[in-house]
């Protein structure tokens, strides 16, 4: 059984385990415990990934996110494997994993493995300590540092789609782009406008809002997805 440096380890997660061969156990993959008959952490994994989808959710309802929409893609951006995988590099914890010898040659290409021991981590601080020390474990090494990126991404997404498009189709080379009112309706004081996106001429969206600018934008932001779909 290899040494496990648990006072290291527990210095850089910022947490003090009272079961200390729990702590160990996070870190075992499974290579590792098929050589040496150990119980791997997999079952961790699995557990810690839906405390983190609820921690994460539960930070993004509580503060204004947006509606399910936006919250759906914010929890993404939050749990998915590349912030999981820089809360691990942060910490400086990938030395504690224990590998098989197998595994050991090819684990700094598997970004997965590295990414699943925070969810691992995550179920032993919560198994140990309850709720309270898991939150503050998540909030303080994934949502603090994420929380930033997250709102940049909100506010990318609602940036200015004319100008979005107009790149995209300059970038690609797709030709020109222009817009047709359709429809103007309602009152003076509370109109409503119909707008059409056309791609050299040709209608490729529509859009609607309270002044042709908005309207505009709302049919560049769907023609902007649908050519983007249709390349990809």
Known sequence: MSIFDIAGCEEKIGYSFKDKMLLRK????????????????ELLEFFGDAII????????????YGDEGDLTKARALLVAKTPLLKAVKRLGIEEFVLLGRGQEKTASQDQKLFS???EALVA???????MTSAKNFINRTLI?????????????ANNDYKSRFQEYVQK????????????????????????????????????????????????AQKALEKIDKTNN
Do not use: W
Not at 53 to 64: A, M, P
Not at 144 to 156: A, H, I, P
Not at 204 to 210: D, S
């Open 26 to 41: 996070c870190f075992t993959h499974a290579s590792y415990a098929n050589e040496h008959g150990e119980n791997d952490n």
């Open 53 to 64: 989808q609820f921690v994460v959710t539960e930070h993004l309802y509580k503060n204004g």
């Open 116 to 118: 699943s021991i925070y």
């Open 124 to 130: 032993g601080i919560y198994i140990d300590g309850g």
């Open 144 to 156: 603090l540092q994420s929380d930033k990126k997250v709102k940049e991404e909100k506010r990318t």
């Open 172 to 219: 690609y080379k797709l030709g020109s782009i222009s817009y047709e009112t359709l429809k103007r309706s309602g009152p003076d004081h509370s109109p409503m406008f119909r707008v059409a996106a056309l791609l050299n001429g040709q209608r490729l969206a529509e859009g609607e809002g309270r002044s042709k600018k908005s309207a505009e934008m709302s049919a």
